[in-house]
């Protein structure tokens, strides 16, 4: 069935430093990937998504592009600031399936 | 905007005790979730409705129901709770279902303790 794989956190970074946050997925097809972000005592919020292969999705300074060739979809930015400090899950739309979520802290 | 309204934020059951969570969405989505996040497990599917009068069981359904009552509204039920359902729950919903390419859109979260 489909799954999806992320790294395991905490991740622990200085603020402006460079983040990256690894997902795989398996799936038949080519489902639509996601990721969404969950600040402390809320719900998820989407963050960007890609609907086919080779798509790249952006928003906030983040950015994660559509690997059919790896499948992978990977999320990176390139300073990040306190205020990014949250819970980063990558799903895809099958029966939307999430990974286990990558806590990242941005220290200042 | 409301967008997908859970009720109760918060409850505290004694084991064997049942409850209804509510949750209602105002963007006439077709397909609607419930998923419950522990910690380190990330978010699991408990049940899913791809349309209006239909319900499909997810990675973790028992010990549960659930019932969609009308494209708004998705209930899950709890008939006898167990200290191993403490979890915090979230019900969302997408215009699309199964294999679709719609984000979905989340609830705020009903934290469940059963003592």
């Known amino acids: 069935g489909d799954s999806v794989t992320q790294m395991e956190g905490p991740v622990t970074l200085s603020e402006e430093a460079f983040l990256t946050i690894n997902c795989t997925y398996t799936a038949t097809g080519y489902p639509s990937l996601f990721w969404y972000v969950q600040y402390p005592g809320e719900g998820l919020q989407l963050l960007l998504k890609a609907t086919k292969a080779d798509d790249k999705g952006s928003n906030k300074g983040f950015e994660a592009t559509y690997r059919k060739e790896t499948t992978s979809f990977h999320l990176e930015k390139g300073s990040v600031q306190v205020s990014d400090s949250a819970v980063y899950f990558c799903?895809?739309?099958?029966?939307?399936?999430f990974g286990a979520g990558t806590q990242v802290v941005v220290t200042p | 905007n409301a967008g997908v309204t859970q009720t109760p934020k918060f409850q505290v059951l004694k084991t064997g005790q049942s409850m209804t969570l509510q949750c209602a969405q105002d963007m006439n989505h077709n397909s609607m979730y419930w998923y419950r996040q522990d910690p380190g497990m990330g978010l699991r599917l408990i049940y899913y409705?791809?349309?209006?009068?239909?319900?499909d069981k997810g990675e973790v359904p028992n010990g549960y129901n659930v019932s969609r009552l009308n494209k708004r509204e998705f209930s899950l039920r709890l008939e006898s709770a167990a200290p191993s359902q403490t979890s915090v729950y979230f019900c969302a919903s997408s215009e699309d279902g199964v294999g679709g390419h719609t984000e979905a859109f989340f609830g705020q979260g009903t934290r469940l303790t059963v003592v």
């Open positions: 799903a895809l739309m099958g029966k939307l399936q």
């Open positions: 409705s791809a349309s209006e009068g239909t319900t």
